[in-house]
Structure formats: C-alpha cells, structure tokens
C-alpha cells in the first residue's frame, strides 16, 4: 500500500478504542505510520497503537505549526541583558560569617528531614564508548566505585551526620531504566535502605523528520527521543514523586545530574541562602573557563532571570569585560538547581508551561522501503524542555557562586575534555588541596596537577573539614593514598 492513498477502512482493527486512534492519527495527517499495517503480526500492531495512544497530537501538531511550518528562523532579538547579582565566593570575614549563618540554617533543614535528591540520569554512556547507564560506570581513582556509587556514598554519610534520612529520587529513561534498577539491585543500593531510593522514567516525544511527519524507527514502531531535562519538572509529578515527598514532608529539592563527579549533595550553605531568601528555585553558578567556553550562562534576560544559551549570545557579548577585567557574562551554568516542592506543584498545576526547543539532528530510522537507514545529513528534529525555562517563573532565586575545581567535573567525552580521565585529576586534585590544608605536603606537576594518585571515601569525609577531625596529622604521602 502507498502512505497517501490508505484509507481508514484498509486498517482494520479489534475494537472503538483502536478505530478512534487510528481515525486521529489520519486528521492529523501522519497516516504513513500505518503503512505496513498488513504486514504486522497482531502483536506488532498493537505495540504500534500503543504508541500512538501515548502520543499528544494537539501538542505535535502545535510543534510542527510553530518549529517546521512556522518561520523560526530567526529568534526574537533580546532586549537586555545584564550579569545577576550573585552570593560570592566567601573572601572576607562578613561574608564567611554570612556563610555560616546560612550553613545553620541548611544545617537544620536537612537534620528535619525536608531535604530530597533528585539525579537526571537517563543517558546512555554512547559517546564514552558505552551502551549502558552513565551512573554505572566507573570512576574513582583507586578503588574503581561507580559513579552511582559515589553519588549514593555521599548521601549515605550526610544521612549519618544529620542522623536523618534524605530520599535519593533517580529519573531514568525507557532505555535504562531497567539496567539502572538491576546495577542497584545487583549492588545491594550500595548500603541504602532500598525504600529511600526511587526510580522514575523521563518522558518521551516523537521524533518527526524536517517535514513535519512522525519517522519510523521499524515498521511497528516510531522513534522517540526524551523530552529534555526540563520534562524532570512533568515526570515527577506524573510519576507521583510530588506525592511520595509530600508524605514525607519533603520541602526541597536538590537537583542535579549524574555525571556531575565533584556535586556536592545538598550543600547547606545553598539550602540555608535559599531558605532564607523565600526562594522558590535557586541555581549554583561558576566561572566560565574562558570567553569562548561552550556553557550557558545564568542572566537577567528582559527582567527576569534566566540561563542564556552559548549560541545565544553575540561574540561582543561573550568578550564583555568589566572596568576590572573581569568577564562580564562569566557565570556558566553546572546544572546544580534547588527548587522547591510547592513551587514545582504550581508549574504543573498552573497555566506556566515550560517552551519547546527544537534540535536538528542525524537520526537513523526506516525509510518507504522499511529498510534501516544511518543519514549522513541532518533529517529529524527533536524537542526537548530546558529546566532552566522555569528559572522566570520563581519569583524569587539566590544564584550562589561556587569554586569549579570543587563541585563541577562533568563526564562527557571518551577522552580530552570532560571524559573520565579529566574527572578522576579533578578528585584527585580536590582531594590533594583537602590534604595540603591539614598541612600534609602535596607535589604537583607543571600544570598543577597532582603527582600522584589520592581516593578519600565520602564515608570517611565529605569536605576539608570533616578530613581535619579524622586524619591522622602526622600522615605523609608518598604517592598514592587511599582513606576509605
């Protein structure tokens, strides 16, 4: 049969449930789908109007109207921009007293027990040379621990020190999500009680080709992408997550990704400013390495604020300098958010709803002949939803800033920049400065790396210190040391 000439008839099927689908994927003009309906096993059939019945086609087809159909060519042009106000890098005595104030008050919050996690880890390890979950790769210099390790390590010991729990929330992807519950499993929730962790799958969107039609990844089935790390804020409440936290009296979340080597998890100088600003959602923010650093910064945007993409901004923007030399946009985005519930609530339950960005990409998939194609050329769009869109929306946000070399060594990359060689140096060297505040002598090479190889256990510290109050201070490094 030839896409544009079936019709409802040739498509037969089971019962009004099935006929109603059917009939709405025609209005919508996206019949092609059905194209092998007669070659399909029953089976097959009915994975693909499963399929269908998740699809929202007022939404695909208001994406199309507006990102294929519509001239999007050309973004609106900005009217300002400016550099927000942020809480410093404490320097001066005002500003660490300010800091510990604000560290009590995070200190309490957590010791409440009003404090969760969330973990965005829905990604495969593809560009790192592997098919499985990120979080399960592993990373830590000496002992090997899984990324998921460390990150459930950490949460473990502050769960000790705040003698509290702090629920652990993990969003997934249909493409891991069965993988990543089976590494927990298989690992025994690396010593956290099982009921404190949950899992939880990101949405998905269809993947449509450049002119506007759904694209088939068999003939039973469409390709679908998910639906970006703003889709975090729809899943939780979808998923009835927004309804587990408030059982538990969970007031804030701590938000951040899971190739992220170096977060610190619910650090409570950021809960304490937070809280005591009446804030509903508050990013950590750090210094761009350079002016041409691929990173999204965090700015006021026409009144409110907002994180600006790379590709957004002018050449004469990003080398905007400040009387003292400074860059002026210099504030990347690490993906570190703390929002809370009831603001959450009120994006789901409120008529804000974040925007669709469309990115053009290579995606295989079958062509009319149903066999698998790889393009060389761009012929798909894919929509996603940024978490930062909802940044205009709090009302009121601290931004704090934090040193890089502490809290921000994302995985990326196979090698160079960003891979799991960079992140293992950058514990290592954060551990080397932990070490060499205590007054043990560290070596560092041309660059300032660490000549040597160092693991400390977030079991055994989480901080500097927490290292101070537990080492041995007569301790010498001869080249590897490791404190579990």
Request: charged share 25%; proline share 5%; with cysteine.
């Amino acid at each position: 049969m030839i896409a544009d000439k079936l019709k409802h008839s040739e498509i037969k099927t089971e019962n009004d449930s099935d006929k109603l689908i059917v009939e709405k994927v025609f209005s919508h003009k996206q019949e092609h789908v059905f194209r092998w309906w007669n070659d399909l096993t029953i089976n097959e059939q009915e994975n693909l109007l499963d399929q269908l019945r998740l699809i929202d086609f007022t939404l695909l087809q208001d994406l199309i109207e507006k990102h294929i159909e519509g001239d999007n060519l050309t973004s609106p042009e900005t009217t300002t921009l400016e550099p927000p106000d942020i809480i410093p890098i404490p320097q001066n005595d005002s500003q660490k007293t300010r800091s510990d104030e604000a560290r009590k008050i995070g200190d309490n919050a957590i010791g409440t027990g009003t404090v969760a996690v969330v973990t965005v880890a829905g990604g495969l390890g593809t560009r790192l040379g592997a098919n499985r979950p990120k979080g399960t790769l592993t990373i830590s210099p000496i002992m090997g621990k899984s990324v998921f390790q460390l990150h459930a390590e950490k949460i473990k010991a502050m769960m000790k020190k705040y003698d509290t729990v702090i629920p652990w929330y993990i969003m997934t992807s249909l493409n891991n999500d069965e993988m990543t519950q089976n590494f927990f499993e298989e690992n025994l929730f690396f010593g956290l009680d099982s009921d404190n962790v949950s899992f939880f799958t990101q949405g998905v969107l269809p993947v449509i080709d450049l002119q506007g039609k759904l694209l088939m990844d068999s003939k039973s089935s469409i390709v679908t992408s998910p639906n970006g790390h703003g889709g975090t804020l729809l899943a939780l409440k979808e998923r009835g997550i927004l309804s587990n936290m408030n059982e538990r009296g969970i007031k804030h979340i701590f938000y951040h990704q899971v190739d992220n080597i170096l977060i610190k998890i619910a650090d409570p100088a950021y809960l304490g400013y937070h809280i005591s600003a009446g804030a509903k959602m508050s990013p950590k923010v750090v210094q761009k390495t350079d002016p041409e650093e691929k990173v999204g910064i965090v700015g006021i945007r026409d009144g409110h604020l907002d994180t600006i993409e790379y590709s957004e901004l002018s050449k004469e923007e990003r080398h905007a300098i400040n009387p003292d030399g400074s860059l002026k946009f210099r504030m990347g985005n690490p993906a570190i958010y703390l929002l809370d519930v009831d603001f959450v609530e009120n994006i789901n339950e409120s008529h804000f709803t974040l925007p669709y960005h469309k990115a053009v990409k290579k995606v295989p998939c079958i062509d009319e002949n149903g066999c698998k194609i790889k393009p060389s050329e761009n012929n798909a769009a894919k929509f996603e939803m940024f978490i930062f869109d909802a940044l205009k929306h709090a009302g009121k946000s601290i931004i704090m800033e934090v040193v890089r070399e502490d809290e921000f060594s994302p995985v990326k990359n196979a090698e160079g920049k960003d891979s799991p060689d960079t992140a293992k140096q950058s514990m290592i060297n954060m551990f080397g400065k932990w070490l060499k505040g205590v007054g043990v002598e560290i070596p560092k090479d041309e660059v300032g790396n660490v000549k040597g190889t160092i693991e400390i256990s977030p079991l055994y510290a989480l901080d500097a210190e927490e290292l101070k109050e537990k080492i041995d201070q007569k301790i010498v490094f001869t080249g590897e040391l490791n404190l579990q």
